[in-house]
C-alpha cells in the first residue's frame, strides 16, 4: 500500500476558500488536483533532519524552563523584598541567592529553595546539549556559513538551519519569509488593501524568534542599516527591525541556496565560496 502526503494549504487556493464548507466537494476537489498532478507534497524530513531538530527542540525547551524559573524568582523578589537582583544570574548571585533562601520562613524556604534547585540542575543538560551542538556545526556548512552573519553564533547557526531544513524546498525566498511567519497578513478587495500582522500562516515562530534576535546586531551592518534607519524613523524601532529580518532572510536564502559566503559590507550582491554542501 503506497500512502502520498500532501500540503493543501500551498494548493492554488484553499479547498474551502470562499465557499461554504462542504466535505464532499473538498475531497472532490483533493482527487482532481491529485490526478492534474499539481498537488503539492509535504516535505518529509530524513532522519538526519529529525534528530537534529529534536535536539534543537530539547534545549530551546531548557531555556525556556530556565527562563520561567529565573522569571518566577524576580517576582518573588520584586513583591516580597528590597533583594537587589543586579547579577542575580552569576556564579556569585546565585550563592548570595542561597543564602538569602535560609532566613525566608518555612513554606517559602521550601518553595524557593526548590526551584533554586532545579535551576541549577539545568545547566547540566543544557550544557550537555549545547556541546553535542557545537560537535554538529564543526561538520555542517551550512551552519559554518550562517556563523559569519553578525548577530549568529554557533547555537543559533545550528538552530536556523535546522528548523529551515533543506533549503531547495522552498521556490524562493518570499516562501521561506511566509514559512517563518515574517510575511504580513494582506486583505484586499477591488482597490481597497489592508495588511495586517505578521506571523499568519507562518509554521516555524522559533525561527522568527532566532531572526529577531540576530537583528539587534544585524541592523548595524552597512547592508541593512539605511533601510533599518529609513523605516525606524518612519515606523518605529520594532518595524525596523521586523524589515531587517525579512531582509536577513532573503540573505540567508540565498547563501544557502548558492553556497554562497555572507557579507555585510555588500550593498546588492553576496561573495562566492567554495563549501562542499552538507550530506548528513
Known amino acids: 500500500m503506497k500512502f502520498q502526503l500532501a500540503n493543501v494549504v500551498q494548493m492554488p487556493r484553499l479547498p474551502k476558500g470562499h465557499r461554504q464548507k462542504t466535505d464532499r466537494t473538498d475531497t472532490a476537489r483533493i482527487l482532481r488536483e491529485y490526478r492534474n498532478g499539481s498537488l503539492p507534497q509535504a516535505h518529509q524530513p530524513s532522519a538526519w533532519w529529525r534528530q537534529i531538530r529534536r535536539l534543537v527542540c530539547l534545549r530551546e525547551n531548557l531555556v525556556n524552563r530556565r527562563t520561567a524559573l529565573r522569571n518566577w524568582i524576580n517576582r518573588y523578589l520584586a513583591h516580597e523584598t528590597w533583594e537587589s537582583r543586579v547579577g542575580l544570574w552569576s556564579a556569585k548571585g546565585m ?27 539545568l545547566e547540566v543538560p543544557l550544557s550537555r546539549v549545547e556541546a553535542q551542538m557545537h560537535e554538529v556545526y564543526r561538520h555542517w556548512p551550512e551552519a559554518q556559513q550562517l556563523d559569519a552573519v553578525k548577530g549568529i553564533g554557533v547555537i543559533a547557526a545550528v538552530a536556523i538551519a535546522a528548523r529551515i531544513g533543506p533549503v531547495q524546498r522552498f521556490r524562493n525566498a ?24 505578521i506571523g499568519g500562516g507562518g509554521t516555524d515562530f522559533h525561527l522568527r524568534h532566532y531572526l529577531i534576535e540576530a537583528t539587534v546586531w544585524a541592523r548595524a551592518l552597512p547592508r541593512y542599516r539605511p533601510t533599518y534607519e529609513r523605516v525606524a524613523k518612519r515606523r518605529g524601532t520594532k518595524v525596523g527591525r521586523l524589515v531587517v529580518a525579512r531582509l536577513l532572510l532573503r540573505s540567508i536564502f540565498k547563501v544557502l541556496r548558492d553556497g554562497q559566503r555572507f557579507n555585510g559590507e555588500a550593498s546588492n550582491q553576496a561573495v562566492p565560496i567554495d563549501l562542499t554542501p552538507a550530506t548528513p
Open 95 to 121: 550563592v548570595r541567592l542561597r543564602h538569602y533562601a535560609e532566613g525566608l520562613p518555612e513554606w517559602d524556604h521550601i518553595v524557593v529553595g526548590i526551584k533554586l534547585t532545579e535551576l541549577e540542575q
Open 174 to 197: 518570499e516562501a521561506l519569509i511566509a514559512f517563518a511567519g515574517l510575511a504580513p497578513g494582506v486583505r484586499q478587495s477591488d482597490a481597497t488593501r489592508r495588511t495586517g500582522r
